[in-house]
């Protein structure tokens, strides 16, 4: 369904310069509620060599930062769905910009973790593989379901199991999705909260130097041009190097 919802490509960080991402593998991250581009780029320094990590700004103003699914309307954990969908689709309007890449993955963390299982929910193949860091399923029905239920993508799930924002509702729906779809590596984390750090650092840092050692796949799966506006012929704009993120502090989100 169209949407007027979209990212903004001058708000993309990039570990590489624009000549030095063809070819290379895609890994797209996307950051927590009240937090912006800057969230988890601070890890890319961590990440395999091989792959062009993108952090990208999600699209609603709040808090001083920026969320996907916006407070008013939508409860922690279970956003309205026509809410989620859109975030989703423009983040896939935006990715429909990019040239083609050998393979994509996705890395969230809170909402963005949210947004990890959404966009392979609604482009199912797309997507090789997905991080999502104390996140949840949105509460909803998606045709790329039953395509996940058949393809099991990997996807690894850390959490907290001293995190007490995400409702226990929240956590049961995305236990119980997650097995009935994807592949899951999923670990708790004593002594977490709502947070990303430590071992959990450590250990989804390992599953994507897996992911890259299972082999280059084809092209990434484009949806044929005029299904979901986007922002075609914008480039984005920004690059800094992983080493010199722009994000204040030790590379730990808490929210």
Known sequence: MPTSLALDPRYVLWSAPEPQRAGRPLLVLMHGWSYDERHLFAFAQLFPGELVVASVRAPYAEAGGYAWFPSRGNPIGNPQPRVANDAAEAALGWLDTLPPAPSTGLLGFSQGGAMVLQLMRRA?????????????????????????????????????????????????????????HTSPESVGYSGLGHDVAGLEVTDFTAFLARQARRGRHPGQQRRPAGTTPGNDGISPVHWLPPTGAACEGQPRVTT
Do not use: C, K, N
């Open 124 to 180: 199912p193949g797309r997507f090789q593989y997905g991080v999502q860091l104390a996140g949840f399923v949105v509460d909803d029905y998606q045709p790329g379901d039953e395509v996940l239920a058949r393809q099991r993508p990997p996807v690894f799930w850390g959490r907290g199991e001293h995190d007490t924002v995400i409702p226990r509702p929240a956590f049961a729906r995305t236990q119980s999705w997650m097995a009935a």
